[in-house]
């Protein structure tokens, strides 16, 4: 039981979707720092070029910027990193939007936005990059697609985010429903929970001292997670130690979401 091969991920090519900050941005940092050959993609070019950049200066991070919620963004990035690589190894579909609003107010939009970006678009990069993964795929090591999820998909949110806790049970749904159709290419689909990260998505909340130390305060573990936490869990799917789990559903929460169980 070799820790470094069983947990390594060394070699592999990875793409991680909203890699240019927040949790895609550690778990980015995390596949690059050991060895991973990383593409990070996402709507701002300039942030995403600095992000690999920056990454850059560690290990491999290429930066491919496109809208993935468009179906020609997603298809102008297959292209893109399909004239690089034929082989892909992790596919982290981690690209999120959220919408809050109140019953009564909630707009269609805030439903079409957060449902196209959040569980179509991980869809449907996955099928388009079927062959590459398929390539890099084998029985004792096979190609691993790492869904980001949220607790709010799994515990009743306190905000009045209606489209993104839909979206995040669905796609929790989806990985294991996509997990029992590709398992037979020697492709695992297993998905990821967080909960409270540093990110712009929770920045509203956490830059507020009162908000952050309640936060804080209700979790059993008594923080908000770091980058090690996220990115030790992808490593940890990704890598041969990982190989065995399909289909699930990790909460990366520090136990927040067993508070409502």
């Known amino acids: 039981m070799d820790l470094a091969k069983l947990f390594g991920v060394s070699g592999k090519v990875a793409i991680v979707t909203g890699g240019s900050r927040g949790i895609g941005e550690m778990i980015a940092e995390g596949l690059v720092t050991n060895g991973v050959r990383t593409y990070i993609t996402a709507r701002k070019a300039e942030a995403c070029d600095a992000t690999a950049a920056r990454l850059s200066e560690i290990g491999e991070c290429i930066s491919i910027p496109a809208d993935m919620s468009t179906a020609d963004g997603l298809a102008g990035f297959v292209a893109a990193f399909t004239e690089r690589e034929d082989k892909l190894h992790i596919l982290v579909n981690n690209a999120g939007a959220a919408w809050g609003a109140p019953m009564g107010e909630f707009p269609e939009v805030g439903f079409d936005k957060v449902l196209d970006i959040n569980v179509k678009a991980p869809y449907m ?137």
């Open 125 to 261: 990069l996955t099928q388009a990059l079927l062959e590459q993964l398929t390539n890099a795929s084998s029985a004792e090591d096979p190609g691993r697609v790492i869904m980001t999820g949220s607790i709010d998909g799994i515990r009743v949110p306190v905000g009045d985010n209606f489209s993104y806790s839909a979206s995040k049970a669905g796609i929790h749904m989806l990985a294991r429903h996509m997990a029992k159709f590709l398992i037979d290419r020697d492709i695992t689909v297993n998905c990821i929970a967080p909960g409270p990260f540093e990110s712009k998505m929770m920045a509203y909340m956490l830059e507020d001292d009162k908000i952050r130390a309640n936060i804080e305060g209700t979790n059993p573990r008594g923080r908000i997670g770091s980058p090690e936490d996220v990115a030790g869990t992808v490593i940890w799917l990704s890598s041969r130690a990982g190989a065995y789990i399909n289909g699930a559903t990790i909460p990366i929460d520090g136990g927040i979401a067993m508070l409502n169980a």
